[in-house]
């Protein structure tokens, strides 16, 4: 991948994850669908490091720090276990939206 400069959002995820537990932060990476434009979503990958007590999501692909409401979160990895979001024809229904800024 570092070679290459080439992945996808797991593999981006993985080793911003590396890399900050390197560098002595908490991270986890996590995985579930984000928004992808004309009412479509797709299955993604992004990380999460704890800041100040808090757990703060952070998409090194699409290069946001604190991910916003098109990024839906399934399940998240806090023991380096294989994780994967949901693919397929599942129907979600939206029940209500809480936004912080």
């Not at 995820?13 to 390197?22: D, G, H, Y």
Request: hydrophobic letters at 40%.
């Amino acid at each position: 991948m570092l070679v290459e400069r080439s992945g996808n959002s797991k593999d981006f995820s993985n080793l911003f994850v590396a890399i900050a537990r390197n560098v002595g932060l908490s991270a986890r990476s996590v995985a579930g669908i984000i928004f992808a434009g004309n009412k479509k979503f797709r299955p993604h990958y992004w990380c999460q490091v704890l800041v100040n007590h808090e757990w703060v999501s952070i998409d090194p692909v699409l290069k946001l720090y604190k991910t916003d409401a098109t990024h839906i979160m399934f399940v998240r990895n806090e023991d380096d276990a294989d994780i994967k979001p949901k693919t397929g024809d599942e129907t979600l229904k939206v029940l209500s939206i809480k936004y912080n800024k």
